[in-house]
């Protein structure tokens, strides 16, 4: 299987709005935290990335894409802080794998190529959460990001839970 990673433009989201949607609702249906809760209705996925190229359009966003085939296999987005005092920092966001195709290495790949993104933007500084427990700790940690707080009861889970949330940081070189 020959995978890319690439940056989407934000006209290319139409494009691919069927296999972004479908990633969005299988990343949720099989557990990822990343701001909804199942089932992800179409309509629901599908504004979801209308946001998501909007904010590209504004240059406020990096939407990276693992793809074989056309098919969209993962994505990670990097949020640019446009904040005067902050050109230095960005948050990494929604680290998406299809749950066909985890534990191939797509997201630790998406993550050392938006990193390089990240640097290309002249941003040194970045921030991720995470849920507390979740099997991204373990990438993000192996990843070099250090934790710098978890706030207790912060996000429900599927299961009705109510979850604490790890917000990580790396200093890039």
């Known amino acids: 299987m020959f995978m890319t990673i690439r940056a989407l433009q934000p006209h290319e989201v139409l494009q691919h709005m069927t296999s972004l949607a479908g990633l969005l609702q299988d990343s949720v249906a099989n557990g990822s935290s990343v701001g909804f809760l199942p089932p992800v209705v179409p309509a629901v996925a599908y504004a979801f990335w209308q946001d998501v190229a909007a904010a590209m359009q504004n240059g406020h966003r990096v939407l990276l894409v693992a793809e074989t ?19 230095h920092r960005a948050e990494v966001m929604k680290l998406l794998v299809h749950s066909q195709a985890r534990r191939r290495g797509i997201g630790r790949r998406l993550m050392y190529v938006i990193e390089e993104q990240a640097r290309q933007h ?14 991204s700790e373990r990438l993000y940690q192996s990843l070099g990001y250090t934790v710098a707080g978890s706030i207790p009861a912060y996000v429900y889970s599927a299961n009705g839970s ?12």
């Not at 990670?76 to 904040?83: A, E, F, P, T």
């Not at 109510?162 to 070189?173: C, E, G, M, N």
């Open 122 to 135: 002249q941003r040194t500084t970045l921030v991720l959460d995470t849920r507390k427990g979740d099997p």
């Open 69 to 87: 085939d056309g098919i969209v296999l993962g994505t990670v987005q990097l949020d640019l802080v446009m904040k005067p005092n902050a050109p």
């Open 162 to 173: 109510l979850d604490a949330t790890v917000i990580y940081y790396k200093l890039l070189q």
